[in-house]
């Protein structure tokens, strides 16, 4: 069994910085990407960040030049790191990854809990 848990969230003011964990364990034969989405309250979850297992990332639009996706491959674990935080980044961030439990079956995606980031003043 796979699993994503996710550390790092909190409060912080507009302006303010947080790093974001994730860390993958139990039966993992590769990973090929993970990633972050977020879930604003009343909004659809939407894809934050992702990173491939050879490093290439994509972002939404929203966060660029902000917001760094990061990944220690022996550790299994995706950072986010987020900077000039907005208010309009408060949601609950999800853990992503699509990871080949065994050599034998396909990769497959699976989330965390997630955690809740809030920006306010």
């Known amino acids: 069994q796979v699993q994503l848990v996710e550390s790092g969230g909190g409060l912080v003011q507009p302006g303010g910085s947080l790093r974001l964990a994730c860390a993958a364990s139990?039966?993992?034969?590769?990973?090929?990407?993970m990633g972050w989405y977020r879930q604003a309250p009343g909004k659809e979850r939407e894809l934050v960040a992702r990173i491939t297992n050879d490093g290439n990332t994509k972002y939404a639009d929203s966060v660029k030049g902000r917001f760094t996706i990061s990944r220690d491959n022996a550790k299994n674990t995706v950072y986010l790191q987020m900077n000039s935080l907005k208010p309009e980044d408060t949601a609950v961030y999800y853990c992503n990854g699509v990871i080949r439990a065994t050599s034998y079956t396909y990769a497959m995606n699976y989330w965390g809990k997630g955690t809740l980031v809030t920006v306010s003043s």
């Open positions: 139990g039966s993992i034969f590769s990973i090929n990407a």
